[in-house]
Every structure is written in C-alpha cells, then in structure tokens.
C-alpha cells in the first residue's frame, strides 16, 4: 500500500472534519458578522446528545441523525433568541464575548451532565475496515468525507438558488439595505444559527464516531478556524474546501518532515494565503465606494 | 487550692502546647486535606482519589482511628489548575486547619502548593504525581509513593525482549512532546539501547492530537512491530485503532493511565493485548479483597469509580496513619514527618510493593509489575511480581 496514498486519504479524513465545524463558523458568520466562539462546544453538545439518544434507543446511523439533527437545531435557535438576539444592536466585539461566555457554560453543562469519562461512540456505523483503491478506511471515515461532499454541494444549492439562501447572501451583504427590501434579518439570524447548528451536529456525530467522544471535543472547534480564515470567513463552501487542505497538509508535513511539524504546517500556509489574499481563498473582498 | 490550681494551668498548658503548634488535631479528630481534580475533564482521576483516601478513612476509623481520634478527610477540587491548587491549600490550612495532606492532583500542581506545605512543614504524602520534580530536590515533609514513566516502560519492553519480541524486531515510539513524554523516551531509550534492539522510529505528538494516522502510517513503512505507546486514553486508543486499520502485527507497551477502566473500554475493541506496567496491582486477590472492603464503606457509585489511583491514595492514607499511630497521643507534625522519614516495609497488603520512606529522595513503590490486558474480556492478568528496574 502506498504511503502517500495513506497520508492523502487519512488527510482528507481530518481535513473534512475541518471542514465540516469551519462551515457551521462560517455559516453564522456570514450571516450575522460573528465569530461564534462557542461553535466547538455546540459540535460537542450535539454530539454528547447524540449519544445518548443512540445508547437509549439503539438507533442506526440515518434514523439517529433523522432525530439529532432537528434537536440540534432546536438547540441553535435557542441560543441564539436566548443569548443572541437581546444583544442586536450592541457593538459585534460584545456579542462576541457573549459566545465566549456561552462556550464556557456548554462545556460546564456537558460534563455535569455525561461525566468526564470518554466513550466509544460508532454512532450505528459498521467498524470492519474497508479498502478503497487499496486504501484501508474504516465506514465512519467515508461517512465523514461523503458528509462534507454532501453538505457542500447543498449548501452551495442552497445560497445559491433558494430564497431563504439568497436572502441571506443578501443580509451578508448589506443587512440594512436587505432589511429595506423586506427580508425578515432577525429571522435570517435564527435560520443560520438552527442551519450551523445542524452542521455542527453532523460534525461532532462523525468526529466522535471517528476519534471517540471526549469532553475535549470542544477543542477541534479552535482546531478548525484556520481553515474558516483560509477558505474566507463568509464563504461557507471555501471553508469546506480549506478544512480538506489543512488537512492533506498536515498530514503531508507529518508523514514526509515529521516531528511536531503537523500542528504549524496549516498554519504556514495561511500566513503564507493571507499575505497574498487577506480575505482568504474563497473571501469577499471589502469594497469601499468613495 | 493554690498549688492545685497551678498544677492544674500547667497541666492545661502542656497538653494543649502541641496542638496550638500544629493545628488539625484535636483528643477525637485528625483532619487530613485532599486537593484533588473534581471537576473538568480528569475528574475521574479525582473522583477515584477522592473515593480511596474515603475507604482508607472508613477503614481505619472503624478499627478505632489513630490512637482514639477519627480522620476526616477534607477535600477541595483544583479543576486540575496549578493556580487554584495554591488556593485550594491554602484555605484548608487557614480555615479547615488541616494537620496533614494526601490528595495532591498532578504535578504542576503540587509544584503550585510546595511552598505552602514547606512553609508549613505539612506532612504531605504524593501518590498521584511521581515526578522527579516533586522529591528532586527532596522536601523535609513530603514523601512520594509512585515509580517512573521510564521506569514503566523499560519494565515492559524488558519484558518483551525477554518473553515475546517477534522476529526481526523493530522498535517504535510515540510519545508526547512534553516532559512526560520525555521520561517515556527515557525508558524506552534505556531498553532499545540496552537490548541492542533496532529502534525504528521516534514520533512526537503534541498533547490533544486526536487523529494519528500519519504517526501510525509511518510506523508501519518503518516496520515497526514492538510499540511503545506514549498516548493516553483516548489518544492511545485512537493509535491502537489505526494500528488495526493497517492491520499491523505489535506489541505494545503503554502508560499505566491504560489500564483504567475507561481507557481499556476505548482501547479494547482494537484488539490488542497491550501491556502495562504500574505499581499498584491491578487483578490478584489484594484486588478483590479492596474491591470487598470497597463495597462495605463506598456507594456503587464511588465504587464504579475505581481505578488505580484509588489504590495509591488508599495506600498513602494508611501509610500516614502508620506514621501518626507511631507518634501516640503527642501527634505533632514534626514526629508525623520524623515516623514517615523512617518507615520501611509498610506492608499494603499486595496493593503494592511493601513501602519504603527510609532513603534521601523519600521516595517509595518505585517498583512495578508487569500486566497484560485480555482485550476480549477487559482484564488485566500479572505477567510478572513488583521489581525494580
């Protein structure tokens, strides 16, 4: 079996992992103008909650996302009516610190609910290895790669043919000129949380069916922002794309330069990206008109 | 009436001279700080702790206390953060008055919390933290139960060597890039050194890596057969499973934080009957005895928390409670540490190797034993007795 054939598959396993959390960052984003720094805790909380729906009622993996998904976006839409949107108006830096805040409490209220202990988590996906092209990968490794193919795809469908998709491309764009034209901006707001949330479910589901499920999840969160300044912090489908990129490289760096160098190499070639675009690979330009 | 009452203000004073000096102690109570990690991610380090120092309590109490007085524990969680080990010790020494301490979390955190225990010359058993750090340079009130990581993991690969090292063996490690991963990279540079072994491949990962299929990927292009497996918990199962997924032939040495309960039910199911090396027992019948006395002083859910850190703070408890049984009434701190210094062959009862306090690094249980974990049954079987390396 060829090395660099491991390296590459094993890195796009990582990579759309990234790149499944960098969406939801990205999807919240650009909607909304913020960074939601609680994003981490949300996949971890999702994830968490997923499990025990699987342990209570032995759910394979489709029918058990059929019942997180909707749950998680229960979970999003809460937050942000409860958290979120009392502080519209206030300057972008306060609400930030609200999701701070907010990633502080999730992760409190995670292990006074599951304990610390971490858990073999298969999520109802087969364990028998399975070789692709000579390249052995576990199911929930595919599952995760086929994810973020799928999402991405729709989520490029989505902003890009759909009403509610292009409202909020237009909210993105200029949320007081989309608010002039009839859009319902706070209704945009609760829509993208519920959407990011629903990413963020899948995201954690598969990460922690792939790396077990850990009260540390919340880290692959902080993990997974180089590849939302990458792709471009408001482009969700260059988020998705950089998450893969990341994670090629790293695995590269690690596989042919070796020794600590995995952690720093994503973040070589961003500075290396932004020097050259500062938006980022797939980024909107800021435009001023004088 | 007037030499009575003299007598009687003298008698008073003696008798209360000590405690004024040395506060926790009183004619029915010893209390006994535990700073230990009750919440946050390894709190089931803390909570395992927390449940030996209750059971050792339990035990002694019933027996009669030491010399008549009852131990109370006290404890105060740190989250495992140095900064807040500092402030946990410091209000049970100005507010709960402890006399001693056993529960000391990890090792920044007792570094945190040397001052204070020097300051107050507190006797300090550490059972959780066997960091060189913590007796070099040695402290005059601290004593420390717990062998080397080095220690450990030449243990296990002399035994591999010795007893199943396959043909044409390759030797590989992967460890953390941090002074824990060092001691693990002395170890194993000790035995592959020793042994005369080829040494593949050396990897270093940084703590929190989740996903080590590169680090395994090249491992199997090195031909690495003989694993020494610095990850833990969840990070080490996550090795073993892409070790399977390569379907690579090993075997494999591994931190003792592996033969926890949880780690073993991450890691089983890669099937890999790795080894560990640690110096408590892990299975044998000191186990099941501990396990019976458990279940009369413990709720099911304390007991369902075990795991061999229970075993070590239980073992520290009684082997403070034998230093202040030696002291008799006049239970000072000074002749706490003076007993401690000069205690030799505790006797654990099999949880450990007999304890030793009697040397310049006040140092005991450097001596492991050798298990290898049934992964289809999730027990551990002793391949050999505790030794020194």
């Known amino acids: ?290 | 009436m007037k030499n009575g009452l003299l007598a009687l203000s003298a008698f008073l004073l003696a008798s209360t001279a000590a405690y004024a000096a040395d506060p926790g102690v009183s004619d029915t109570e010893i209390k006994i700080g535990d700073v230990n990690i009750m919440t946050g991610p390894a709190s089931f380090i803390g909570r395992a702790v927390s449940v030996g120092s209750k059971i050792a309590a339990a035990e002694i109490n019933e027996a009669g206390g030491v010399n008549g007085r009852k131990i109370t524990i006290i404890t105060e969680d740190d989250g495992y953060v140095p900064a807040r080990s500092f402030q946990a010790l410091t209000k049970l020494i100005e507010v709960d008055e402890i006399f001693a301490l056993n529960g000391t979390s990890g090792t920044a955190n007792v570094l945190a919390m040397m001052p204070l225990i020097e300051e107050n010359n507190l006797p300090t058993v550490v059972t959780t933290a066997p960091n060189e750090l913590v007796y070099n340079p040695v402290r005059p009130s601290v004593f420390t139960v717990g062998a080397s990581y080095s220690d450990a993991f030449y243990a296990q690969l002399k035994y591999i060597h010795e007893n199943s090292e396959p043909a044409n063996a390759v030797y590989g490690l992967i460890r953390q890039d941090d002074d824990f991963g060092g001691a693990v990279e002395a170890g194993y540079d000790r035995a592959v050194k020793e042994f005369g072994v080829k040494d593949g491949l050396r990897i270093r990962f940084k703590k929190g890596t989740a996903n080590f299929a590169a680090e395994v990927a090249q491992m199997k292009q090195a031909g690495v057969n003989v694993l020494a497996n610095g990850g833990i918990i969840a990070g080490a199962a996550n090795i073993l499973g892409e070790a399977r997924k390569l379907s690579m032939d090993l075997q494999v040495a591994s931190v003792w934080s592996e033969d926890m309960p949880p780690s073993v039910n991450l890691s089983a199911p890669a099937g890999y009957d790795y080894l560990v090396a640690d110096y408590v027992a892990l299975s044998g019948p000191a186990i099941d005895a501990f396990l019976e006395k458990a279940k009369k002083y413990a709720s099911d859910e304390e007991v369902g928390a075990i795991n061999r850190y229970t075993y070590v703070t239980y073992v520290g408890l009684k082997a403070l409670a034998e230093a202040m049984g030696q002291c008799g009434q006049e239970l000072t701190r000074a002749c706490t540490v003076e007993k401690l210094r000069g205690l030799k062959d505790f006797d654990t009862q099999g949880i450990s190797a007999p304890l030793s306090f009697d040397n310049p690094e006040q140092l005991s249980g450097k001596a492991v034993a050798v298990y290898q974990l049934n992964a289809a049954e999730k027990t551990f079987k002793a391949l050999t007795d505790f030794a020194d390396y």
Do not use: C
Request: charged share 10%; glycine share 10%; hydrophobic share 60%.
């Open chain 1, 1 to 290: 079996m060829d090395f660099l054939l491991l390296l590459l598959a094993s890195g796009l396993v990582s990579g759309a992992a990234y790149g499944l959390i960098a969406m939801g960052f990205a999807l919240i984003f650009k909607s909304t103008g913020v960074v939601n720094f609680a994003q981490g805790e949300l996949v971890m909380l999702t994830a968490y909650i997923s499990f025990t729906l699987y342990s209570t009622f032995d759910l394979s993996f489709f029918p058990l996302m059929l019942v997180t998904i909707p749950i998680s976006m229960a979970i999003g839409l809460a937050l942000e009516r409860l958290f979120i949107r009392p502080m519209l108006g206030e300057p972008i830096f306060a609400i930030v610190m609200v999701t701070v805040g907010l990633a502080v409490v999730l992760r409190g209220i995670t292990i006074m609910i599951w304990g610390p202990d971490p858990f073999n988590f298969n999520a109802g996906i087969p364990t028998e290895v399975v070789e692709l092209g000579g390249v052995p990968f576990y199911p929930a490794q595919l599952y995760l790669i086929g994810a973020l193919a799928v999402l991405t795809a729709a989520g490029w469908a989505f902003l890009r043919f759909s009403r509610m998709g292009i409202a909020m491309r237009a909210v993105a764009a200029n949320e007081t000129a989309a608010l002039l034209v009839g859009i319902s901006v706070s209704r945009i707001h609760a829509i993208a949380w519920m959407l990011s949330a629903a990413i963020a479910s899948i995201a954690g589901v598969l990460f922690a069916a792939n790396f077990k499920l850990a009260p540390d999840l919340w880290f692959q969160g902080l993990r997974s922002f180089p590849a939302v300044i990458l792709g471009g912090m408001d482009s969700v489908i260059g988020s998705a794309v950089a998450g893969l990129v990341i994670g090629v490289i790293e695995n590269l760096f690690q596989g042919y330069v070796g020794q600590g160098l995995r952690e720093i190499s994503g973040f070589i070639v961003i500075v290396i990206v932004l020097m050259v675009r500062p938006f980022g690979l797939f980024g909107s330009r800021d435009i001023e008109r004088v």
